[in-house]
């Protein structure tokens, strides 16, 4: 069965609008979350490293103050994309590690700003 | 900078015949790798892992990794045209899955 579940599916915003992204760990508590970001033809990228507790951790070129995590429980973790663009428009996509290095995606998220 | 190369195709495979998927990496130190499998506009989903010299099979699926020529593969047998979709190849330095490195992935279609 599903390891994560993640909403919404996609969604379609204006210029200048923050959106939020929520990532859910099933049946098991997640104290560490990725969010990868995939453009058309590309390959996943990833954005930060969310901690449950802390603050999360980016990797260079991501704005931090433009992507806000907060992973307040041991089973949610949200991306706040603020101020949307339309070079924002992407496939957000988070994920878990359960059991050896295996890495579990969501269903991703189809942003589009107009 | 960790790469992770991949043929990007599309590697097209007549229906019942082997279907097979490379990867080069940079990283030497690498320990870990996986291999994912992703439908248009869907997440990845993770087809199989191997972390050792050799290979290593499940079901339809046999991974292959050699180290020392940093090259990881994948062979699909039997290819049904639900096999028809983009395969990522991901690499992992170890100690945790995080900082994990994606190639592009390779578009395979399987012609019934």
């Known amino acids: 069965g599903a390891v994560v579940s993640q909403h919404p599916s996609w969604v379609i915003c204006k210029s200048g609008t923050s959106v939020k992204i929520e990532c859910r760990s099933l049946?098991?508590?997640?104290?560490?979350m990725f969010w990868y970001r995939q453009f058309p033809k590309q390959s996943l990228m990833l954005m930060a490293t969310?901690?449950?507790?802390?603050?999360?951790?980016?990797e260079q070129g991501v704005e931090k103050d433009k992507f806000l995590i907060n992973h307040a429980s041991l089973t949610l973790s949200t991306l706040t994309v603020t101020s949307a663009h339309p070079e924002d428009s992407s496939f957000y996509i988070c994920?878990?590690?359960?059991?050896?290095?295996?890495?579990?995606f969501g269903s991703g998220t189809q942003l589009s700003v107009l | 900078q960790k790469e992770v190369e991949q043929n990007s195709g599309p590697l097209s495979v007549p229906e019942g015949a082997i279907a097979s998927l490379n990867c080069t990496y940079s990283?030497?130190?690498?320990?870990?790798f996986f291999w994912y499998r992703q439908y248009s506009g869907k997440s990845p989903e993770l087809i199989m892992s191997?972390?050792?010299?050799g290979d290593k099979e499940d079901g339809r699926f046999t991974a292959q990794l050699n180290k020392a020529s940093q090259y990881v593969s994948l062979l699909i047998r039997d290819s049904q045209p639900s096999d028809s979709a983009t395969y990522l190849c991901?690499?992992?330095?170890?100690?945790?899955?995080?900082?994990?490195?994606f190639g592009k992935g390779t578009h395979l279609i399987i012609q019934p």
């Open positions: 969310s901690n449950e507790g802390s603050k999360a951790t980016y």
């Open positions: 991901a690499v992992n330095g170890g100690g945790g899955a995080d900082g994990l490195t």
């Open positions: 990283d030497r130190g690498s320990q870990s």
């Open positions: 049946d098991f508590q997640a104290t560490t």
């Open positions: 191997i972390y050792s010299n």
């Open positions: 994920s878990v590690v359960r059991g050896s290095e295996k890495l579990f």
